[in-house]
């Protein structure tokens, strides 16, 4: 992982795509290979910044955000986890197997995975930042839709091994704006490469404006 976007935001390039509803799982690769987004939750816990920024309802976190893992290590309760610039932050559902039920939040084989589970450390300054997330199974499908509609930041890199290697994603988009200015499919990976910028703030926008 690269280091964290700076926090005035710059050398930061726009792109807006607009496509059917329907396609817009084609970008579920990105929410599982890890984006940024920046928050005002610096400092908060876990749970503050799922129920705050991210809209999810307390009855969604508590029956769906089953695993977490912050800075690579398993959380087991998400009201003292504080999140930090920088901070890597997975979500998923339940997960299956003894590794699944291991990992899990308060999961009486917890004990099994004690010396790398997350253990709050004092307090975390306030104020804005990035966290570096990663979304699985149906926790992406089900919220996936809400952050790419909202705004991911990827890096340059990790966007061209995107389009590299998923050429349709982008074909089925009616506009493509980069930085404001139009741009055909064809040559997407050409203008964003031109821009030189570093990290590539993305916003999917569904065709007439239909919810997903």
Known sequence: MTDSPP????????????????RIADFFYLLQSGFYVGT????????????????????YISRHISTVFLDGM?????????LKHGSRLALSSAMPGLVGATMRQGSPLASLRDSISYKATGSSEGGEGFVFLKL???VMKERGSQFLQSGILVTAGELRTFLCGHPHSVQSCNEIFLNGTACGNDRL???????????????????NGAAS
Do not use: K, W
């Not at 935001?9 to 795509?17: D, E, F, V």
């Not at 005002?40 to 009855?59: D, H, K, P, T, V």
């Not at 398993?74 to 504080?82: K, S, W």
């Open 74 to 82: 398993p959380v087991d309760t998400i009201d003292t986890a504080l």
């Open 40 to 59: 005002r939750y610096i400092g908060c816990s876990i749970r503050a910044f799922l129920s705050g920024q991210a809209g999810m309802s307390e009855e």
């Open 7 to 22: 926090l005035n935001h710059g050398n930061i390039a726009h792109l807006n795509l607009t496509l059917p509803a329907e």
């Open 136 to 138: 699985f199974n149906l």
């Open 189 to 207: 990976l050409d203008a964003v490469l031109s821009t030189g910028a570093h990290y590539i703030r993305i916003v999917l926008r569904i065709q």
